[in-house]
């Protein structure tokens, strides 16, 4: 009889492990996958100049912009028009992309070291990295979600997550002045990346 009850549970934890093992795999195919086509753009750039422009349509690709976004200005995004929600996306985007290209340095190599994958929660996926760069090494660890396939949704490098770091930052502005205030100061950081 308790054979009976314990065949079942097995059969729903292999399933579930086989399935969890297969989206693990699905979201370091993608971050190799997008490191595979950021890395060589970076690497035959010989300036910092129109990097950005050159990475753009790669890290469109991989990252959810709008995931980010919304999760940086937190609770306030709700109170966002569609239209500033889609003006906010589009300038935390290319602030994220425009800082990104800024850290580069032509001529140097970074590499990266994957370690294994671990699943938070049913659908997502947090891999640790570390990164070797200009002779130091980072502690990078890429967050995924599967929504419309995999993107990645937060990079959390040192232990500072670039979500959270932009949401207290974020959470203070919108309180000094709502959504007017997020997009104004969004607008002064993406001017002062150019």
Same mark, same amino acid.
């Given at each position: 009889?308790?054979?009976?009850?314990?065949?079942?549970?097995?059969?729903?934890? @292999?399933? #579930?492990?086989?399935? #969890?093992?297969?989206?693990?795999?699905?979201?370091?195919?993608?971050?190799?996958? @997008?490191?595979?086509?950021?890395? $060589?753009? !970076?690497?035959?750039?010989?300036?910092? !100049?129109?990097?950005?422009?050159?990475?753009? /349509?790669?890290?469109?690709?991989?990252?959810?912009?709008?995931a980010m976004t919304r999760r940086a200005i937190g609770p306030g995004w709700r109170q966002f028009t569609p239209a500033q929600? #889609?003006? @906010?996306?589009?300038?935390?985007?290319?602030?994220?992309?425009?800082?990104? @290209?800024?850290?580069?340095? $032509?001529?140097?190599?970074?590499?990266?070291?994957?370690?294994?994958?671990?699943? /938070?929660?049913?659908?997502?996926?947090? *891999? /640790?990295?570390?990164?070797?760069?200009?002779?130091?090494?980072?502690?990078?660890?890429?967050?995924?979600?599967?929504?419309?396939?995999?993107?990645?949704?937060? *990079?959390?490098?040192?232990?500072? #997550?670039?979500?959270?770091?932009?949401?207290?930052?974020?959470?203070?502005?919108?309180?000094?002045?709502?959504?007017?205030?997020?997009?104004?100061?969004?607008?002064?950081?993406?001017?002062?990346?150019?």
């Amino acid at each position: 009889m308790k054979l009976r009850r314990i065949l079942p549970l097995l059969a729903v934890f @292999a399933f #579930s492990h086989a399935a #969890s093992a297969a989206s693990t795999s699905q979201a370091e195919a993608t971050l190799h996958a @997008a490191m595979d086509a950021v890395v $060589p753009v !970076a690497e035959r750039a010989t300036t910092t !100049a129109g990097l950005a422009d050159k990475l753009r /349509p790669i890290l469109v690709k991989y990252i959810s912009f709008d995931a980010m976004t919304r999760r940086a200005i937190g609770p306030g995004w709700r109170q966002f028009t569609p239209a500033q929600q #889609s003006d @906010a996306t589009r300038l935390f985007t290319t602030l994220v992309i425009r800082s990104y @290209a800024d850290k580069y340095t $032509p001529g140097q190599h970074a590499t990266t070291i994957y370690k294994a994958a671990t699943t /938070p929660a049913p659908g997502r996926v947090e *891999i /640790p990295t570390t990164m070797l760069y200009k002779g130091t090494k980072y502690s990078v660890i890429y967050r995924l979600e599967e929504a419309e396939g995999w993107k990645i949704t937060d *990079i959390v490098a040192e232990g500072v #997550s670039l979500v959270a770091n932009y949401r207290a930052q974020f959470d203070s502005e919108f309180r000094k002045g709502g959504a007017a205030g997020v997009l104004a100061t969004l607008q002064r950081s993406v001017a002062a990346t150019k």
